[in-house]
T-cell receptor, first 113, second 115 residues
Framework: DAGITQSPRHKVTETGTPVTLRCHQTENHRYMYWYRQDPGHGLRLIHYSYGVKDTDKGEVSDGYSVSRSKTEDFLLTLESATSSQTSVYFC????????????FGPGTRLTVT | AQSVTQLGSHVSVSEGALVLLRCNYSSSVPPYLFWYVQYPNQGLQLLLKYTSAATLVKGINGFEAEFKKSETSFHLTKPSAHMSDAAEYFCAVILTSGSARQLTFGSGTQLTVLP
């Protein structure tokens, strides 16, 4: 298994509070991704990173920000959580962009009440 | 825009029966195609991938998929289902042209294996 961990694994928070999810990899892969998984939608890309301090938006980036200060860590922040952000969040990594498979972390289940 | 359609959000088969999970994609350029499996409360695990070499791709756990350009399909099959195959399966696509090169997922098919 790819060395990817996510923390926390479960979180319950209140509407309007900030939340930060962490993805940590030990594979030294350049590309890292954040997805959200919702029933009937599969996985949708939120943001991705192609290097330290290099990030770009995905399909559903509104309400989310990311940061990558080290190769191994990719943080996803919900500045002011809303109930629509209740979801399961997955981090993924890949050695190269685009035509290469991605490897996924175990996920973080976030509930916004 | 590229898209992936998985026909049937739920599929049930008996143990030992053929598994067939359907995936169709829309693309005017050759795609790279993937099947992932997700077991309960776990992340996604790569089953197999098509990258324009052989059209019949063999993956882990006895699964295989055939790329059919004329039908824009990449259906996943396994000759004999096992109880441990019960999981959710996702088809995904990346286009081989353009700058985005993002992985786009289908909505998933939940496979139930009946004893």
């Amino acid at each position: 298994d790819a060395g990817i961990t996510q923390s926390p694994r479960h979180k319950v928070t209140e509407t309007g509070t900030p939340v930060t999810l962490r993805c940590h990899q030990t594979e030294n892969h350049r590309y890292m991704y954040w997805y959200r998984q919702d029933p009937g939608h599969g996985l949708r890309l939120i943001h991705y990173s192609y290097g330290v301090k290099d990030t770009d938006k995905g399909e559903v980036s509104d309400g989310y920000s990311v940061s990558r200060s080290k190769t191994e860590d990719f943080l996803l922040t919900l500045e002011s959580a809303t109930s629509s952000q209740t979801s399961v969040y997955f981090c993924a990594i890949s050695e190269r962009k685009g035509l290469y498979e991605q490897y996924f972390g175990p996920g973080t289940r976030l509930t916004v009440t | 825009a590229q898209s992936v359609t998985q026909l049937g959000s739920h599929v049930s088969v008996s143990e030992g029966a053929l598994v067939l999970l359907r995936c169709n994609y829309s693309s005017s350029v050759p795609p790279y195609l993937f099947w992932y499996v997700q077991y309960p409360n776990q992340g996604l695990q790569l089953l197999l991938k098509y990258t324009s070499a052989a059209t019949l791709v063999k993956g882990i756990n006895g699964f295989e998929a055939e790329f059919k350009k004329s039908e824009t399909s990449f259906h996943l099959t396994k000759p004999s289902a096992h109880m441990s195959d019960a999981a959710e399966y996702f088809c995904a696509v990346i286009l081989t042209s353009g700058s985005a090169r993002q992985l786009t997922f289908g909505s998933g098919t939940q496979l139930t294996v009946l004893p």
